[in-house]
């Protein structure tokens, strides 16, 4: 039922280490976003997808690489994981400008 | 840089009253839109405002948009203890569409 699902919720690794988020929405929704939230809650786009072509990259490392396999899913993957990247990631999709929020994937670079 | 910027950062009031927030952002925009975000769980879409509106209403929620001064301003009226969370203004600049940036946000607190 839920409409944006992201996982895992959870992620403890280790420096160095690579990892994935996946994402899936169940909207119909043509628009997909990366965005990371800070220690200090502060949101930062990272990246958006429409229809599976990437249209939004922020200056966000080379590090970090988004695949849109079809319209409902935009995963994260992120190589050689850094302290700076602890952080909680959310995807969302959105309709009509509205954005649609999953519940997020708190990382923690060890 | 950032587009939006909120005031005050933290608002802690008694239940039953008003809460005022504002937000400033820099460039034009084709809308501006109020999320909330309650701990641990992703944002919540309140209520959006398009640039040729001045001001809207949802249930409790009213939103007042002034493009000549770039601000924006929720007000939460009779509020109660599950108001408490963290609000946060999004602009959609009018030069980059599906560009949706957020502002730093206002925790809010309301005291039963």
């Known amino acids: 039922d839920t409409a944006v699902s992201q996982t895992p919720k959870y992620l403890v690794t280790q420096m160095g280490n690579d990892k994935s988020i996946k994402c899936e929405q169940n909207?119909?929704?043509?628009?997909m976003y990366w965005y990371k939230q800070d220690s200090k809650k502060f949101l930062k786009i990272m990246f958006s997808?429409?229809?599976?072509?990437?249209?939004i990259n922020e200056t966000v490392p080379n590090r970090f690489s988004p695949k849109s396999p079809d319209k409902a899913h935009l995963n994260l993957h992120i190589n050689s994981l850094e302290l700076g990247d602890s952080a909680v990631y959310f995807c969302?999709?959105?309709?009509?400008?509205?954005?649609?929020f999953g519940s997020g994937t708190q990382l923690s670079v060890l | 840089s950032q587009q939006g910027e909120e005031d005050p950062q933290a608002l802690s009031i008694q239940e039953g009253e008003n809460a005022t927030m504002n937000c400033s952002y820099k460039?034009?925009?084709?809308?501006l839109q109020w999320y909330r975000q309650n701990s641990g769980r992703g944002l919540v879409h309140l209520i959006l405002?398009?640039?040729?509106?001045r001001e809207k209403h949802s249930g409790r929620l009213r939103v007042t948009l002034d493009t000549s001064k770039k601000s924006s301003s929720l007000l939460i009226t009779a509020s109660r203890a599950a108001d408490t969370a963290s609000y946060f203004c999004?602009?959609?600049?009018?030069?980059?569409?599906?560009?949706?940036?957020f502002g730093p946000g206002t925790s809010l607190s309301v005291i039963p």
């Open positions: 909207l119909g929704h043509d628009t």
């Open positions: 997808y429409n229809n599976k072509e990437l249209i």
């Open positions: 999004a602009t959609e600049s009018k030069t980059s569409y599906d560009k949706v940036i």
């Open positions: 405002i398009r640039s040729n509106e």
């Open positions: 969302a999709s959105s309709l009509n400008e509205k954005l649609f």
């Open positions: 460039t034009s925009i084709n809308n």
